[in-house]
């Protein structure tokens, strides 16, 4: 059984940095596409950024260029660096998981993933 933990959200402050964690056990890790989605109050679940394992990663238009995605094969760990944060980047941020090498049109879809973390909460707030 798959098993996704994040850890590492918090309060940060407008323009702050902040990186969140995801470790993953119960799959093989270096064949699993790994996808990170927020969420907040009202709203559906939304993505932000994607790796798999072979061949790049991915990110929501809006976010590009201040979000980065990578992944640690050595430590089954994917994380999310988010940069010039915002208070409308406060949310919920779930990582996810998918076996093998999702094709780029599926990585925005959550029906894409098998496995889901419980969520970690970002706040960005003065």
Not at 8 to 17: K, T
Not at 86 to 108: F, H, K, M, N, Q
């Amino acid at each position: 059984q798959v098993q996704l933990a994040e850890s590492g959200g918090g309060l940060v402050q407008p323009g702050g940095s902040l990186r969140i964690s995801c470790a993953v056990s119960g799959r093989t890790f270096s064949s699993t596409t790994m996808g990170w989605f927020r969420r907040t109050p009202g709203k559906e679940r939304e993505f932000v950024a994607a790796a798999r394992r072979v061949g790049g990663t991915f990110y929501a238009s809006s976010l590009r260029g201040r979000f980065i995605i990578s992944r640690d094969n050595a430590k089954n760990m994917v994380h999310l660096q988010m940069n010039g944060l915002t208070p409308e980047d406060t949310a919920v941020y779930y990582c996810a998981a998918a076996p093998g090498s999702a094709i780029a049109s599926a990585l925005r879809v959550t029906d894409t993933y098998d496995a889901w973390g419980q969520g970690t909460q970002v706040t960005v707030s003065s």
